[in-house]
């Protein structure tokens, strides 16, 4: 690719490729990552870090990432629902002569591109030969996973709160990811660990296995947000979107991937997949949040605003702002919840959509609506829903 001197030539390039390049179409998502290849299978993926993601922006640079491996024999299938194309120095060297009329501005916000293909060749150049080690991902439709790199793209996107939570395909994710040991945020095969145990452990170089999963841990991959605080890196999965100003404390907590807060949240408990916590709510110790697969019959679970799960608390099903759920106590689709005729016409008053009669109601009836306070009755047993008089209310200086 020849040097393009003006932006006005760079413009005209980015129309060209557009045009003349067969079955063109602008990409969903696309980003230059590092890979981690197998110690025994040196073509299997393990990981891909990114250091930068495109999601529906950028498509100046797509063109140029595309044009750029035409140049080096590779052509881009855009019929795909995503491809993934290793690099060389040759395809660095095509983008830094495109990219040219903007390379003073490679630090600036609005060409991160640049920077990393400059980056990257800079290191390159100093360290030598980097055949398999780097690729870029093109991600065309919203799709199942086919690939360790679509799914690491997929769950940045959402872990840097480019996509929100629950609004992209990640399906076809665990069977695209390897199951691996990781060692100081390092995978490693386990057939290699299998088949070189005995020398490894007789030369002491047996290594630290700190966990084995198929996804990494969030901070791995990710930069928090402004104060946001975790306790435990294992608290935290990686494909979880935590909103500035959440603490995930020690113990009992956890937040799984495609999962998270939106805005400031205390947790002290279990936020499952696909579950969300809305901001000023209190997730106490050992309180569960049910997954999708857990007992919700399929459907997500939103808490809403200033909501407080009490410790050891179940929530099966979605909550509307200022709930609360005694510590102990399980709410699930089919648990019958007794509502007494004055509290229910207070919670009538401040649900306009609620239109029920009787006294005996399944836990399902209740999902999504607001103020409402869920107890035990010490002397009964009976689980009771009323209109909920406290307000939850965080220490801000804990957030």
């Known amino acids: ?24 179409r602008d990409p969903l998502a696309f980003g230059i990552c590092r890979v981690d290849l197998g110690q025994l299978n040196v073509e299997k993926t393990l990981q891909a870090t ?20 035409a140049e080096q024999g590779i052509n881009v299938d855009f019929s ?21 009329p903007y390379s003073d501005e490679a630090y600036g916000d609005a060409h991160k591109n640049i920077q990393v293909i400059s980056a990257l060749y800079t290191q390159i150049i100093s360290n030598g030969s980097f055949e398999g ?6 991600i065309f439709d919203d799709a199942a996973v086919e690939s360790v790199e679509a799914a690491y793209l997929k769950l940045y996107a959402i872990s840097e709160a480019k996509v929100p939570l629950r609004s992209i395909n990640l399906n076809g994710a665990f069977g695209a990811l390897p199951n691996v040991a990781w060692s ?7 057939d290699y660990l299998r088949e070189f145990e005995i020398e490894l452990k007789l030369a002491n170089e047996y290594p630290h296995i700190d966990f084995v999963d198929k996804f990494p841990r969030l901070l791995q991959h990710i930069i928090p947000a402004e104060n946001t605080r975790i306790l435990d890196t294992s608290k935290v999965r990686f494909g979880a979107q935590l909103a500035s100003g959440t603490t995930v404390m020690p113990g ?76 102990g106590v399980a709410i699930l689709e089919g648990t019958k919840i007794a509502i007494y005729p004055e509290e229910l016409k207070k919670l ?3 649900n306009t959509n609620m239109k029920m009669e009787g006294e005996i109601f399944k836990g399902k009836q209740l999902a999504g609506f607001y103020g409402i306070h869920y ?22 200086d804990l957030h």
């Open 50 to 69: 990114y250091p930068l993601i495109n999601w529906d922006e950028n498509f100046g640079s797509a063109a140029i990432f595309v044009r750029a491996l």
């Open 348 to 350: 009538m008053a401040i």
């Open 133 to 138: 080690e780097f690729k870029v991902t093109f």
């Open 184 to 190: 100081n945020g390092q995978p490693i095969e386990l």
């Open 375 to 396: 107890r035990q009755n010490s002397m009964t047993g009976e689980i009771t829903a009323s209109r909920s008089t406290k307000e939850i209310k965080l220490n801000a």
């Open 252 to 327: 009992a907590s956890y937040i799984n991937f495609n999962a998270g807060t939106t805005g400031s949240v205390m947790v002290e408990g279990r936020i499952s997949s696909s579950a969300i916590v809305g901001a000023g709510s209190d997730v106490g110790g050992g309180a569960s949040i049910l997954g999708v697969l857990s007992g919700t019959d399929g459907n997500p679970i939103s808490v809403g605003q200033n909501c407080l799960l009490g410790a050891n608390s179940t929530c099966g099903i979605p909550l509307g702002d200022g709930c609360i759920i005694d510590a």
């Open 1 to 24: 690719m020849e040097i393009i001197q003006t932006e006005d030539a760079f413009k005209a390039l980015i129309q060209d490729i557009k045009t003349t390049t067969d079955g063109y």
């Open 80 to 100: 795909q629902t995503e491809v993934v194309c290793t690099v060389n120095i040759d395809f660095l060297r095509a983008c830094l002569a495109a990219f040219t």
